[in-house]
Every structure is written in structure tokens, then in C-alpha cells.
């Protein structure tokens, strides 16, 4: 599995669709109708995975909205956009898109 940096900007890809369910969301990629569902905390990065905001700053909104460590917060992000990464759902740029 990969590991992005704190600093990369995840971007969600336009071949997955995403619907939010109270406060879990499901995703499906569009081209083979994989179907994700995520809890709330997974959900959230994804809503955040806009590409205007780096891994870090992501993770530290997790640490506001869910009263988390900070490391607790990235580690966590990380794994969830790695995994995220190797399904195609998501993009990696290592700056912010509008610089």
C-alpha cells in the first residue's frame, strides 16, 4: 500500500459517484459499479478531498470535528486515502491546484 505524505492534496476522481447517508456515505466507481460504503469519519475525508485542502490540513479538521490526536487523525487519513488511491477513486497532487 502506498503512503501519501501529509502534505499531498487528495482530489476526488469524477468516475465515482458518492451519496452521504446520515452521516456515513457510499461510493460507486461508476466503470465496474464498485459500491464503498464508509462510516462518518471516512465520509469526511472524502467531502474534504477536494483538492484545495493538503492531507494535513484534512487530518486536522478530523481532529476538531472528532476529538482525535493529531496523529491519530493523519495516520488515519492516510490509510483511508491510500486506500482510496488504489481503487481509483481518488487523485494525488502534490500541490494546491489554484498555486
Known amino acids: 500500500m502506498m503512503d501519501p505524505s501529509a502534505s499531498v492534496f487528495p482530489r476526488r476522481t ?7 447517508i446520515d452521516r456515513d456515505a457510499t461510493l460507486l466507481r461508476v466503470s465496474d459499479r464498485e459500491v464503498v460504503r464508509v462510516n462518518e469519519v471516512g465520509a469526511r475525508v472524502w467531502e474534504l478531498a477536494d483538492g484545495t485542502r493538503s492531507l494535513k490540513t484534512i ?29 481509483g477513486a481518488i487523485d494525488l497532487s502534490e500541490q494546491d491546484p489554484d498555486r
Not at 14 to 20: C, D, F, I, M, N
Not at 59 to 87: C, G, P
Request: hydrophobic share 50%; no cysteine; net charge negative.
Open 14 to 20: 469524477p468516475t465515482v459517484s458518492w451519496e452521504a
Open 59 to 87: 487530518a486536522h479538521e478530523l481532529t476538531v470535528e472528532f476529538d482525535v490526536t493529531d496523529e491519530r487523525a493523519l495516520a488515519d487519513a492516510k490509510s483511508f486515502v491510500a486506500e482510496l488511491w488504489e481503487l
